[in-house]
Protein backbone atom coordinates (compact mmCIF):
# COMPACT_ATOMS: atom_id res chain seq x y z
CA UNK A 1 0.00 0.00 0.00
CA UNK A 2 1.11 3.54 -1.12
CA UNK A 3 0.84 5.32 2.24
CA UNK A 4 -0.74 8.45 0.32
CA UNK A 5 -3.46 7.15 0.12
CA UNK A 6 -4.48 6.13 3.49
CA UNK A 7 -8.11 7.60 4.50
CA UNK A 8 -8.87 5.42 7.36
CA UNK A 9 -7.06 4.74 10.61
CA UNK A 10 -8.30 2.82 13.78
CA UNK A 11 -6.93 1.61 17.25
CA UNK A 12 -7.41 -1.69 18.98
CA UNK A 13 -8.00 -2.30 22.69
CA UNK A 14 -7.05 -5.47 24.60
CA UNK A 15 -10.83 -6.20 24.88
CA UNK A 16 -11.15 -6.08 21.24
CA UNK A 17 -12.77 -2.41 21.59
CA UNK A 18 -12.35 -0.57 18.08
CA UNK A 19 -11.66 3.33 18.03
CA UNK A 20 -11.24 5.65 14.96
CA UNK A 21 -8.68 7.86 14.94
CA UNK A 22 -9.19 11.22 12.75
CA UNK A 23 -8.54 10.43 9.01
CA UNK A 24 -4.47 9.52 8.16
CA UNK A 25 -2.47 12.78 6.70
CA UNK A 26 0.03 12.48 4.84
CA UNK A 27 3.33 14.93 4.70
CA UNK A 28 4.76 14.97 1.21
CA UNK A 29 7.47 16.79 2.25
CA UNK A 30 8.68 14.99 5.25
CA UNK A 31 7.21 11.68 3.51
CA UNK A 32 5.70 10.87 7.00
CA UNK A 33 1.70 9.39 7.71
CA UNK A 34 0.30 10.87 11.11
CA UNK A 35 -2.00 9.19 12.79
CA UNK A 36 -3.99 11.26 15.48
CA UNK A 37 -7.39 10.84 17.72
CA UNK A 38 -10.22 12.75 16.44
CA UNK A 39 -11.59 15.85 18.79
CA UNK A 40 -14.44 12.92 20.24
CA UNK A 41 -11.72 10.16 20.30
CA UNK A 42 -11.08 9.07 24.10
CA UNK A 43 -7.39 9.18 24.90
CA UNK A 44 -4.60 5.93 23.87
CA UNK A 45 -4.02 4.25 26.63
CA UNK A 46 -0.97 2.50 25.59
CA UNK A 47 -0.89 -0.33 28.14
CA UNK A 48 -4.64 -1.19 26.94
CA UNK A 49 -3.45 -1.11 23.25
CA UNK A 50 -3.07 -3.99 21.32
CA UNK A 51 -3.58 -3.33 17.42
CA UNK A 52 -3.34 0.09 14.95
CA UNK A 53 -4.52 -0.73 11.87
CA UNK A 54 -4.60 1.97 8.80
CA UNK A 55 -4.58 1.78 5.14
CA UNK A 56 -6.90 2.67 2.00
CA UNK A 57 -9.93 1.44 1.92
CA UNK A 58 -10.46 0.74 -2.07
CA UNK A 59 -7.48 -1.87 -1.97
CA UNK A 60 -6.97 -2.76 1.73
CA UNK A 61 -8.65 -5.07 3.82
CA UNK A 62 -10.65 -2.85 6.44
CA UNK A 63 -9.73 -4.19 9.97
CA UNK A 64 -11.43 -1.06 11.72
CA UNK A 65 -15.02 -2.22 10.27
CA UNK A 66 -15.17 -5.91 9.26
CA UNK A 67 -18.66 -4.90 8.16
CA UNK A 68 -17.00 -2.99 5.55
CA UNK A 69 -15.49 -6.40 4.30
CA UNK A 70 -19.20 -7.94 3.49
CA UNK A 71 -19.54 -10.82 0.98
CA UNK A 72 -22.85 -10.95 -0.81
CA UNK A 73 -24.30 -13.69 -3.62
CA UNK A 74 -23.46 -13.57 -7.11
CA UNK A 75 -26.47 -16.12 -7.66
CA UNK A 76 -29.44 -17.56 -5.57
CA UNK A 77 -28.53 -20.60 -3.70
CA UNK A 78 -30.01 -24.28 -4.25
CA UNK A 79 -30.57 -25.86 -1.01
CA UNK A 80 -32.28 -28.62 -2.94
CA UNK A 81 -30.18 -31.56 -2.50
CA UNK A 82 -27.79 -32.24 0.04
CA UNK A 83 -24.56 -31.05 -2.25
CA UNK A 84 -24.46 -27.63 -3.01
CA UNK A 85 -21.58 -24.90 -4.55
CA UNK A 86 -22.58 -21.17 -3.76
CA UNK A 87 -20.69 -18.14 -5.04
CA UNK A 88 -19.50 -14.81 -2.66
CA UNK A 89 -18.40 -11.40 -3.93
CA UNK A 90 -16.98 -9.04 -1.89
CA UNK A 91 -17.92 -5.24 -1.66
CA UNK A 92 -14.66 -4.32 -1.70
CA UNK A 93 -13.54 -6.19 -5.02
CA UNK A 94 -9.83 -4.72 -5.19
CA UNK A 95 -9.32 -5.89 -1.48
CA UNK A 96 -10.97 -9.77 -0.91
CA UNK A 97 -11.06 -12.51 -3.38
CA UNK A 98 -14.03 -13.81 -4.38
CA UNK A 99 -15.01 -17.06 -2.98
CA UNK A 100 -16.85 -20.40 -3.82
CA UNK A 101 -18.19 -22.03 -0.72
CA UNK A 102 -18.69 -25.70 -0.40
CA UNK A 103 -22.42 -26.76 1.58
CA UNK A 104 -22.75 -29.97 2.44
CA UNK A 105 -25.22 -32.11 4.39
CA UNK A 106 -23.40 -35.43 4.85
CA UNK A 107 -24.54 -39.14 5.81
CA UNK A 108 -23.01 -39.09 9.20
CA UNK A 109 -26.01 -35.98 10.02
CA UNK A 110 -23.16 -33.17 9.81
CA UNK A 111 -23.02 -29.99 7.78
CA UNK A 112 -19.88 -29.06 6.61
CA UNK A 113 -18.79 -25.43 5.58
CA UNK A 114 -15.94 -24.86 3.30
CA UNK A 115 -14.65 -22.38 1.38
CA UNK A 116 -11.80 -21.44 -1.85
CA UNK A 117 -10.87 -18.78 -4.20
CA UNK A 118 -13.36 -18.49 -7.40
CA UNK A 119 -9.90 -18.11 -8.89
CA UNK A 120 -6.89 -18.74 -6.55
CA UNK A 121 -4.57 -16.09 -7.50
CA UNK A 122 -0.78 -17.12 -8.54
CA UNK A 123 1.34 -18.19 -5.71
CA UNK A 124 -1.17 -18.28 -3.45
CA UNK A 125 -1.52 -21.10 -0.91
CA UNK A 126 -5.00 -23.04 -0.41
CA UNK A 127 -6.86 -22.50 2.29
CA UNK A 128 -6.10 -24.43 5.47
CA UNK A 129 -8.24 -27.07 6.27
CA UNK A 130 -8.23 -29.03 9.50
CA UNK A 131 -6.79 -32.46 9.17
CA UNK A 132 -8.83 -35.80 9.24
CA UNK A 133 -6.93 -37.16 12.25
CA UNK A 134 -8.37 -34.19 14.39
CA UNK A 135 -12.04 -33.83 12.67
CA UNK A 136 -13.73 -36.96 10.10
CA UNK A 137 -17.04 -36.53 9.80
CA UNK A 138 -17.11 -38.39 6.35
CA UNK A 139 -17.46 -37.36 3.02
CA UNK A 140 -20.54 -39.41 1.77
CA UNK A 141 -23.06 -36.94 1.28
CA UNK A 142 -26.23 -37.87 2.55
CA UNK A 143 -29.56 -39.42 0.19
CA UNK A 144 -32.00 -38.65 2.82
CA UNK A 145 -31.31 -34.73 4.44
CA UNK A 146 -31.07 -31.87 1.41
CA UNK A 147 -29.47 -29.00 2.88
CA UNK A 148 -32.65 -26.45 3.06
CA UNK A 149 -33.22 -28.65 6.51
CA UNK A 150 -30.54 -27.53 7.65
CA UNK A 151 -29.11 -24.35 6.47
CA UNK A 152 -30.98 -21.35 5.68
CA UNK A 153 -29.11 -18.47 3.64
CA UNK A 154 -30.09 -14.68 3.84
CA UNK A 155 -29.57 -11.63 2.57
CA UNK A 156 -29.54 -8.09 4.43
CA UNK A 157 -32.23 -6.48 2.48
CA UNK A 158 -30.25 -3.14 2.29
CA UNK A 159 -26.96 -3.84 1.51
CA UNK A 160 -27.02 -7.67 0.44
CA UNK A 161 -24.54 -8.88 2.93
CA UNK A 162 -24.84 -12.69 3.25
CA UNK A 163 -25.33 -14.44 6.29
CA UNK A 164 -25.49 -18.26 6.61
CA UNK A 165 -27.45 -19.75 9.68
CA UNK A 166 -27.42 -23.59 10.31
CA UNK A 167 -30.82 -25.10 11.79
CA UNK A 168 -31.39 -27.79 14.33
CA UNK A 169 -32.92 -31.04 13.70
CA UNK A 170 -35.91 -29.19 14.10
CA UNK A 171 -35.72 -27.89 11.01
CA UNK A 172 -36.06 -24.34 12.61
CA UNK A 173 -34.05 -23.69 15.27
CA UNK A 174 -30.91 -21.46 14.74
CA UNK A 175 -28.23 -22.87 16.36
CA UNK A 176 -25.03 -21.09 14.55
CA UNK A 177 -24.34 -18.23 12.77
CA UNK A 178 -21.81 -17.18 9.69
CA UNK A 179 -21.88 -13.83 9.30
CA UNK A 180 -20.95 -12.00 5.81
CA UNK A 181 -17.91 -9.57 6.99
CA UNK A 182 -15.50 -12.34 6.52
CA UNK A 183 -11.84 -11.42 5.56
CA UNK A 184 -10.15 -14.62 4.00
CA UNK A 185 -7.36 -14.25 2.28
CA UNK A 186 -3.74 -16.13 1.96
CA UNK A 187 -2.68 -14.75 5.38
CA UNK A 188 -5.70 -13.50 7.24
CA UNK A 189 -8.81 -16.00 7.62
CA UNK A 190 -11.57 -14.91 9.92
CA UNK A 191 -15.02 -14.67 10.11
CA UNK A 192 -18.18 -13.54 12.76
CA UNK A 193 -19.80 -16.66 13.98
CA UNK A 194 -22.44 -16.65 16.64
CA UNK A 195 -23.68 -19.75 18.52
CA UNK A 196 -27.44 -19.60 19.45
CA UNK A 197 -27.51 -21.08 23.12
CA UNK A 198 -31.06 -20.74 25.10
CA UNK A 199 -31.45 -22.16 28.65
CA UNK A 200 -33.56 -24.91 30.20
CA UNK A 201 -34.48 -26.26 33.59
CA UNK A 202 -35.17 -29.20 31.92
CA UNK A 203 -32.36 -31.64 29.40
CA UNK A 204 -33.97 -30.63 25.70
CA UNK A 205 -32.97 -31.99 22.96
CA UNK A 206 -33.51 -30.33 19.61
Given at each position: MDIKSADFACFVETNGDVTYLDTPLYDATKQTLTLKPTSLT?????????DIYFGDSLVDVNMCDATANNYTLKAPADLSTSHTTVG???VQAL???DLT???????TGVVTVK???ATQPTGWKAPFMVPTDIVDAGTD????????DF???NEDATTKAVSIDILAA???TVIYTISGDMQLNEYLNTFRGVAHTRFSAAPNNF
Open positions: KEINTYLLRLQNALQLDLAVLKWNYYSTTAVLSVKIDKA
